[in-house]
């Protein structure tokens, strides 16, 4: 399809908001720190030269670009998932994805007295969750995929995926019910999710599995457009469904499953970002609103993480919380003005 | 003269004892068997028959969304199985009668769909289909709806517009599943004789599925029609001559007027 001008310019403006609520997100914290002290740190650091640049480097800016590598993610998921399954109301999580990795982590928390003593404690460090989230969801993923194989139709392969969703959320309500407060506690911490725990090896982790996530959604660009005709004309336009869909899951599981396993099951971004940038953009053409997805999903994320932080204060309020917050209304005055929903 | 009849001669389309059905691991249900034609270049063919009879199955089967039983399809010469996907799209293209498409794409962007098989690996449109697009949107005559959302536009327009991304994928060979159903009857005789002049300007073979069984009579250069007791291949002529059309239906409620060549109700 053919990419005019004014979307061009469109994505020009996203990519300086990105930057302008990157260095807003930067500077505002527990403390201020003024924007030429954020500059300085990211280009010539300076141990001695006091807390601000350390808190940049070894704080503030692990945790932004976790939240523009889970926005933008869930973003793209979201919309890979909306347009395979032509249905506005898919998300990241559709294939179970969350379920998956909810049920991993929920097996380290609150199955860990089980194992009691030094296996225990071993059980609960921090790579521990990650890793169990991230063999939860890909468990759930290989799956989805052995039923996609299986299953030639594309809306069972949804139903299945809600259908494991169920599944593992059973699994955990029967684990929460003989687990000891403490316990749920930290295992509702962790659904809450949390954008400022990862260190610098674990965003180089997340960041090789994001980036082969993307490249296969960026490969699906043209499958994707021939699917907003539906299957049957993709397939007379010689796509090939099977092998295109099967790509799509697997790039959605990527960058879900690697949010998930660094981030906590982060709610609502996934769903509602695609809309947002359809309403902004008006446009289906994914060479547009591909790219388009990944800013607006990395803004909106930076400005919850900002106002999550609760600037100026040391109080930091669940993340999950504030995107539904942020999110929920401005899609719901979006759609008021504008009072149609595309696939 | 010579020259262009040569080349109206050119098959496009081959069937040969075609047995089309459904096949499972434990059944196979055979639904018509021995189906024979040739369709010829820039030649107009309807498909007749009644419901259920199997005109979509021989459609998914022409159209390889569906395995034939046994038989040869050939395109070009070429067996259909011989295809791979991409170049079986630069071959045949295929009007579906399921409306699929998201109403979120604009008339320009659905024609340009129509050129994926040409272009590389992201979808990009060079000059060459650019000015595919604008033949086809005047071919059509829909340059008017160019920038159109195609929820904007009625059953009539929308029918148009796919059919202008079936001709922007530059095909031998056009198939159309039942291109007049939700269509008034202006529509309906209108869009069949588009059919009809495109056939003809554009030396395209048009194989469409019709109930319009007057219009199709009246318009098109061959019928392929299908029966309970099997399926012929003829011109209209022919077909009414040897009063082919008498059992078409169940003959209770209409029968076929030989003196006017239209179906009537008893």
């Known amino acids: ?343 | 003269m010579s020259k262009l009849k040569e080349q109206q001669q050119h098959i496009v389309l081959e069937v040969n004892e075609l047995v089309i059905g459904y096949q499972s691991k434990k059944r196979v249900a055979e639904i018509a068997h021995n189906i024979n034609f040739s369709l010829k270049k820039g030649e107009l063919i309807g498909l007749i028959g009644s419901n259920g009879i199997g005109k979509s199955t021989l459609i998914k089967t022409l159209t390889k969304s569906l395995s034939k039983l046994s038989g040869k399809i050939q395109i070009n010469g070429k067996a259909i199985e011989s295809y791979d996907a991409n170049s079986l799209a630069q071959q045949l293209s295929v009007v579906f009668s399921k409306k699929t498409i998201s109403s979120n794409l604009t008339v320009e962007e659905v024609i340009a769909l129509g050129r994926q098989p040409y272009t590389n690996w992201i979808g990009s449109i060079t000059q060459q289909d650019l000015n595919k697009i604008e033949e086809v949107l005047e071919l059509i005559q829909i340059q008017d709806l160019r920038s159109k959302k195609c929820h904007e536009l009625s059953d009539g327009q929308l029918q148009k517009v796919m059919l202008a991304r079936a001709f922007a994928q530059d095909t031998d060979l056009i198939i159309l599943d039942e291109p007049t159903t939700h269509l008034d009857l202006y529509h309906k005789v209108y869009i069949l004789k588009l059919l009809k002049r495109l056939a003809e300007t554009t030396q395209k073979t048009i194989l469409f599925s019709t109930h319009e069984i007057n219009v199709a009579l009246s318009l098109c250069d061959q019928l392929i029609v299908m029966k309970k007791e099997g399926t012929l291949f003829g011109t209209p002529e022919e077909l009414t001559q040897t009063s082919s059309l008498n059992d078409l239906f169940p003959e209770d409620l209409i029968y076929f007027d030989l003196a006017s060549k239209t179906f009537k109700v008893k």
């Open chain 1, 1 to 343: 399809m053919r990419v005019s001008k004014s979307y061009t310019k469109l994505i020009i403006l996203l990519i300086f908001l990105l930057i302008a609520v990157l260095v807003l997100n930067l500077s505002l914290g527990s403390v201020r720190i003024p924007i030429n002290d954020i500059f300085e740190a990211l280009t010539s650091f300076n141990p001695d030269k006091g807390t601000n640049h350390y808190i940049v480097l070894q704080y503030r800016l692990p945790k932004a670009i976790t939240a523009v590598l889970v926005g933008s993610g869930l973003g793209a998921s979201g919309l890979l998932m909306q347009t395979l399954f032509r249905n506005p109301l898919a998300g990241p999580y559709v294939l179970g994805l969350s379920s998956g990795a909810s049920l991993g982590v929920a097996l380290v928390i609150l199955g860990s007295s089980l194992f009691g003593g030094y296996l225990g404690s071993l059980l609960l460090s921090k790579w521990s969750i990650t890793i169990a989230s991230s063999i939860g969801s890909f468990l759930v993923l290989l799956a989805v995929l052995a039923a996609s194989i299986r299953v030639k139709n594309t809306m069972a392969i949804l139903i299945i995926g809600l259908m494991f969703a169920s599944v593992t959320a059973a699994i955990v309500s029967v684990l929460s019910y003989f687990s000891s407060a403490e316990q749920l506690q930290r295992y509702i911490f962790w659904s809450f999710g949390s954008l400022g725990d990862l260190s610098w090896t674990e965003i180089r982790v997340f960041l090789c599995i994001f980036a082969v996530g993307l490249l296969l959604s960026i490969l699906s660009i043209k499958p994707l457009n021939s699917l907003l005709l539906g299957q049957d004309y993709a397939k007379s336009l010689g796509v090939n469904i099977n092998s295109s869909r099967l790509v799509i899951i697997v790039a959605t599981s990527l960058l879900a499953g690697s949010i998930t396993a660094f981030a906590g099951p982060i709610a609502f971004i996934g769903l509602a970002v695609p809309h947002l940038t359809k309403l902004l953009i008006n446009t289906s053409n994914h060479k547009i609103i591909v790219p388009a997805v990944l800013f607006t999903g990395a803004i909106l994320m930076l400005i919850c993480d900002t106002i999550a932080q609760l600037p100026y204060s040391v109080y930091t309020l669940p993340i999950n919380a504030v995107t539904s917050l942020i999110g929920a209304p401005v899609v719901i005055w979006l759609l008021m003005r504008k009072k149609k929903l595309f696939v």
